[in-house]
């Protein structure tokens, strides 16, 4: 059975984790919720370094319930969430919008985030299927 890098059980049927983009209306524009991984250090930009709240569904796991349950593991928000088309068959794409003042109480997993436009964002989301399902779902937003 395939586990998280934390040892946990991922579901062995698709969609296998699940991305929940986080926006909020910024002074003129949307920004869009990133998270820097910490186990590689606070320089690592390399893949997998900076993504929207996300991880693996366990077994048995509905997909609505694994992409809250990661938004609040990951940054202490529980937010209401809207499945949308996902470009990768094997990740379920959520849209969730926070308040402006919504205060991100990050996990250990991360070390920190960052509120950014739409491209800034994308930029940093490696590899090119992270930022891709961000654009997605920036795109349905429209």
């Not at 062995?12 to 869009?32: D, I, L, T």
């Not at 509905?62 to 529980?78: H, K």
Request: charged share 25%; hydrophobic share 45%; with cysteine.
């Amino acid at each position: 059975m395939e586990t998280t890098w934390d040892g946990l059980p991922v579901a062995r049927e698709r969609p296998f984790a699940c991305c929940v983009v986080v926006w909020r209306a910024g002074v003129g524009r949307r920004e869009f919720l990133v998270l820097h991984r910490a186990h590689e250090g606070p320089d690592y930009a390399g893949d997998w370094a900076w993504t929207p709240p996300s991880g693996a569904r366990q077994p048995g796991e509905d997909a609505d319930a694994a992409a809250a349950r990661e938004l609040r593991e990951e940054t202490g928000l529980e937010l209401p969430l809207t499945r949308i088309e996902s470009p990768n068959p094997d990740v379920a794409l959520f849209l969730a919008e926070a308040p402006g003042d919504a205060a991100v109480m990050l996990d250990t997993e991360h070390d920190t985030h960052r509120w950014l436009p739409l491209d800034a964002a994308a930029k940093l989301c490696l590899p090119a299927a992270v930022a891709d399902g961000l654009r997605s779902a920036a795109s349905a937003l429209t």
